[in-house]
Nanobody, 129 residues
C-alpha cells in the first residue's frame, strides 16, 4: 500500500502564493506518476497537474490549461515528496486539493481520476478576493 499526506493549504489573498506538498510512504516502485486534483463545492474533481518519472530519470509534467504559467509541479526523490507551487492565485482556484499517485502508469490517463490508485485526504485552499 501507499500512503499520501498533503500539507500546505490555507487562506491567501488573490495574487498570492502557496506551496502544497504531498509526502508518499509505503511501497516503492520504479516508475511513478503523481498528480494534483482539486474539487470545489458543487463541482466535480478536476485535474490540475501531474509529474511522471522512472528511477532518477527526467520527469515529464502536464498541466490543465487554467493553471499553466501559474502552477509548477516538482518532485524531490530523496524526500519522496511532490510539490505544487501555486502563484498568482485567484478566487476560482479555491478548492480542496488532492494528491494522487499510481505506480507503473503505462497508458492510464494522466488527467483523469481513473488514472490513479492512491489518494490523499485533501487540503483546503481558499483564495479571497
Amino acid at each position: 500500500q501507499v500512503q499520501l499526506v498533503e500539507s500546505g493549504g490555507g487562506l491567501v489573498q488573490a495574487g498570492g502564493s502557496l506551496r502544497l506538498a504531498c509526502a508518499a510512504s509505503g511501497r516503492t516502485f520504479t516508475t511513478w506518476r503523481m498528480g494534483w486534483f482539486r474539487q470545489a463545492p458543487g463541482k466535480e474533481r478536476e485535474f490540475v497537474a501531474s509529474v511522471t518519472w522512472s528511477g532518477w530519470s527526467a520527469s515529464s509534467t502536464d498541466y490543465t490549461n487554467s493553471v499553466k504559467g501559474r502552477f509548477t509541479i516538482s518532485r524531490d526523490n530523496a524526500k519522496n515528496t511532490v510539490y505544487l507551487q501555486m502563484n498568482s492565485l485567484q478566487p476560482e482556484d479555491t478548492a480542496v486539493y488532492y494528491c494522487a499517485a499510481v505506480a507503473d502508469p503505462g497508458s492510464r490517463p494522466r488527467n483523469s481520476y481513473r488514472g490513479y490508485d492512491y489518494w490523499g485526504q485533501g487540503t483546503q485552499v481558499t483564495v479571497s478576493s
